[in-house]
């Protein structure tokens, strides 16, 4: 066995703790997410994959008009010289950047199979060709002429440039989607010919904010079309901050199918939904009777969108056929903005329009500094060798005669013409053939061309003024390449208010209206048959439970349930469980207090009244809209008193109440004397001696007072035979007539 391996003595460890080694290295990991991977620049709209692939492709002189390579060949040449990354990632930020539908100006012009708005993957990188757009062109514009700063790649050995001169409002002409830690950034495309002219309003008023931009630049303008339907105060706020979101609709259209029939076909739909699962959604949705008012959809899209929606009857509305589908699916969706972007390529923030335009055009601005300077720098170099190529013209013959002599003609020249060392390589450099009357001529419109264009530079140079002139002019020729005029600068996405469909109930326009039977039991439990039954003497219970109530209704109402307590619970009439078993308990449906009972229950009939009432004698009229609830807590409508109970909710149907008692005394008393009220304890109907109210009713006095005894026949009191039981509210009553039932009910 060998010696135990001794503990190295502590001699040159470092302690640290585990909390702030993993804080430094997070912190390191998330500013490098940030700053190189998620968000993208404000000046030139893009992410470094993306900057890497345009300068990469620049290089291998992919330029417009220029012949397709592969898409290997570019991806080879990123991730080997700019972007050491996986090829498969390069690839897919390449591809997008060719989908018309996933970019409003591609930068890459894509030769081959590039995916499509299904949402099929494109073909492997070896297939595929590409080459750079024009709207790529004017992002690389002026690129070697020292516009911007180069920083060395990753291992050193070669150079990448840290933005690009940008000609084009990339950033939100493009737009960009990204999550880096703890931010993102999502910027919707929008028209360049807007954003031009929004630019050059803020150059004419640097102070001018982002709502007054919005006359123009009024929203996105997204590749794949599609109907604005956000509020315009909504969007000056999104604007102004840099956060919200966008309502998108797709565009439809009623096509006439001939003899009264119709389809609805949706020509254009929101950004970034692949088409593929949209209609896959629809289908779902219709396999699962969601849509009852759509028959059928069809995929008729060839290159442009044609998705056919077929209703389920010519009666149906169009306009709540779309509601209902841009309720349930991804025919409507929020487009968000957060405009988080680097500011000068190293600080994350979220900017307003304003703002972001003012970071495009103050790097435009700084382009043409640089430019210049560079021009500048040109300028002298040749004018310097024209110098001393107008000197030595004077003496050619002088020249000749050193340059065949001398050992050292260079020296020579410079001592004797007064010459420095560029200007006597250049003459040295001159061929022969060069040395004509008619050259000189030429150098000295030359000398004096550059002499001219240098003093216009200067003044460029040493006026903000003109320089602001001459962004100006390039950002019209942006607008003018892209104006609205043009198939590319065309807006797409238009604006419209949603329609006004307040008053219809979606959720009834969803459910298929059929006739039901709702059976409720004594002990509470509650189940639909369906159709209309009248006969419900084979209906089944559970043990020894029987039959409380039933009623007729449709799928689409709602059913209230009244308990004891005084509170009101909404049931809706397509979710009841079936006829085949013996139901649910209602208490499953809704959370009813411990210790109340049902009462009763009845289909909601909207605008119309109902009368409640206590096992005291107190009550009110109410609206029937006010008793439905939202929720499964229901909806406190009668308060009670201890050992009160709430016992009725009947239609009021007429301009009387009939009240009769425990005591058996009848009351008929004028609909006009009761109270009507949301909520409440109501007021006194009856008064009693001792018990309470035993049933109520409400009758039009015209057709006289009816009820039914056990036998089930049907009595009724004439309103002359009636004077005797009718007074005033509060009044204790009478005695029924002959015939009333036993049981003191209205109902036998």
Known sequence: MGKPVEPPDGSGVEVISLKDALEERYLAYALSTIMHRALPDARDGLKPVHRRLL??????????????????????????????????????????????????????????????????NPAAMRYTEARLTEVARLLLDGLDEDSVDFRETYDGSEEEPLVLPAAFPNLLANGSQGIAVGMA???????????????????????????QLMTFVPGPDFPTGGIIVETRGSMTETYRTGRGSFRVRARWEKEDTGRGGWVVVIIEIPYMVPKSRLIEKIAELLTDKKLPLLADVRDESAEDIRIVLEPRSRTVDAEILMESLFKLTELESRISMNMNVLTAGLVPRVLGLADVLREWLGHRRVVLERRSRFRLGQIDKRLEILRGLLIVYLDLDKVIKIIREEDEPKVELMRYFELNDVQADAILNTRLRSLRKLEEMELKREFEALSLEKSEVEALLGSPDKQWKVVSAQIREVKKSFSQDTALGKRRSTFADAPDVGDIDLTEAMVEREPLTVVLSQKGWIRALKGHVADLTSVQFKGDDELALSFHTETTAKILVLTTNGKVYTLDASKLPGGRGFGDPVRLMADIDEGADIVTAWPHKPGSKLLFASSVGRGFIASADDTVANTRKGRQMLNLDDKETARFAVPVEGDYVAAIGENRKLLCFPMSQMVEMARGKGVRLQKYKDGGLSDIRTFAMADGLTWKDTSGRTWTVAEAELVEWVGNRTEAGRLPPKGFPKSNKFTG
């Open 55 to 120: 300068y990469a492709m620049r290089l291998l002189r992919l330029d417009p008009g220029q012949a397709f390579k592969k898409c290997a060949r570019v991806v080879g040449d990123v991730i080997g010289k700019y972007h050491p990354h996986g090829d498969q990632s390069v690839y897919d930020a390449l591809v997008r950047l060719a989908q018309d539908f996933a970019v409003r100006y591609p930068l890459v012009d894509g030769q081959g199979n590039f995916g499509n708005i299904d949402g099929d």
């Open 185 to 211: 950034t999502s910027i919707p495309p929008h028209n360049a010919a807007e954003l031009c002219d929004a630019a050059l309003y803020l150059v004419g008023h640097p102070q001018a904010t982002s709502e």
